[in-house]
């Protein structure tokens, strides 16, 4: 409860320096009649970024939202990013119920493996997904998510960089001919990415047997 207390006392912090509202509307008409102003800021913001999908009404938005303001709200939802799915320390782990994802990466190796069939699993999902799959996986810079310092919270952990738009995750398994050591790769977004907790002696390749026994161990501690 002391850290929901804290990110909301962060949120509202940022909040406060958004004013949209006063922009658009008379100060005494907004106080009268808006109960929420933050709300209103949320979803007024929501409706600027889903008025880019649709540019044949020549309707921007923008106009009303400072580039400010816009970093703001980034940092906000930031934040709801780690709280909602459980990302910090304290919280409840809501990241969990994707370890189905895990689970199936690692039947879906050893299957191909069993067979020695070249194989291509593609498996599409939003950010919703991908998202704790990499904090599951422990991926550089997927999982370090401070609790101390929320008003920077944003230079360790940010949604946008785990997953911009288009946002993929590239798992790539490589055996040499006549040889029993696969290896593994890990590409987020088309950029090599590290596993901080597993030793390597060939970077950015993995050896496949540490990183299962790697996941195994994650599994059971989700």
């Not at 709280?83 to 304290?90: E, I, P, T, V, Y």
């Not at 919280?91 to 050893?110: G, S, T």
């Not at 987020?188 to 993995?206: F, G």
Request: contains cysteine; charged residues 30%; proline residues 4%.
């Amino acid at each position: 409860e002391a850290m929901m207390k804290r990110i909301s006392d962060e949120q509202t912090r940022l909040y406060d320096r958004c004013h949209i509202l006063e922009r658009l509307v008379d100060a005494t008409y907004a106080r009268e009649h808006v109960p929420n102003v933050h709300e209103f800021t949320k979803q007024f913001f929501s409706v600027a970024e889903d008025m880019q999908s649709l540019p044949e009404l020549g309707i921007t938005l923008d106009d009303a939202i400072t580039t400010d303001e816009c970093i703001n709200v980034m940092l906000i939802e930031n934040l709801e990013w780690g709280r909602n799915r459980g990302f910090f320390a304290s919280e409840n782990k809501n990241y969990q119920v994707h370890r189905h994802l895990l689970e199936h990466i690692l039947d879906c190796a050893d299957n191909a493996l069993a067979t020695g069939t070249p194989l291509a699993e593609l498996r599409f999902g939003h950010d919703a997904a991908l998202i704790p799959l990499c904090f599951i996986l422990r991926l550089d810079g997927c999982y370090d998510t401070p609790e101390k310092h929320l008003p920077r919270f944003h230079r360790h952990w940010a949604s946008f960089r785990v997953s911009p738009m288009a946002g993929n995750l590239q798992i790539i398994w490589y055996r040499r001919e006549g040889s029993d050591d696969l290896l593994v790769k890990f590409l987020l977004n088309e950029e090599e990415k590290r596993v901080p907790e597993v030793k390597t002696d060939a970077y950015p390749y993995y050896h496949w047997k540490d990183i299962r026994a790697y996941w195994q161990q994650r599994l059971q501690e989700l």
